[in-house]
């Protein structure tokens, strides 16, 4: 529980901040990287009900999620098992639907 409550307000800082710059694709650096207590099909889960259009796969014991259209995904989240806890990684896509403040308020809310 302690753990938890240290990672709380990194979770939220990664969450409000802002990566406003030029369009960028899936191999680029990521907006949001932090670490849940929660698990990766808990994460998954809350995400697909407070998200549109999310499509979840799994490779290589990750959980790989897109969000947007299949052909034009807006992000990129990877959930990946790490010692009790889930890494969780945010790549931008090609557009921003949902905008990145639901996709981030999303993720703070999901990863607590």
Known sequence: MKKLLTLAPLVFLAACGSSRGPESGAGSEPMVYVSSARTSSDIARCLDSRLSRV??????????????????????????????????????????????????????????
Request: hydrophobic share 30%; with cysteine.
């Open 55 to 112: 499509h979840a796969s799994k490779n290589n014991g990750s959980t790989e999620l897109t969000i947007g259209s299949s052909s034009n995904a807006s992000y990129f989240i990877t959930l990946t098992p790490s010692r009790g806890a889930t890494v969780v990684k945010v790549v931008r896509g090609a557009s921003e639907d949902p905008p990145e403040e639901q996709l981030r308020f999303a993720i703070a809310r999901c990863t607590t």
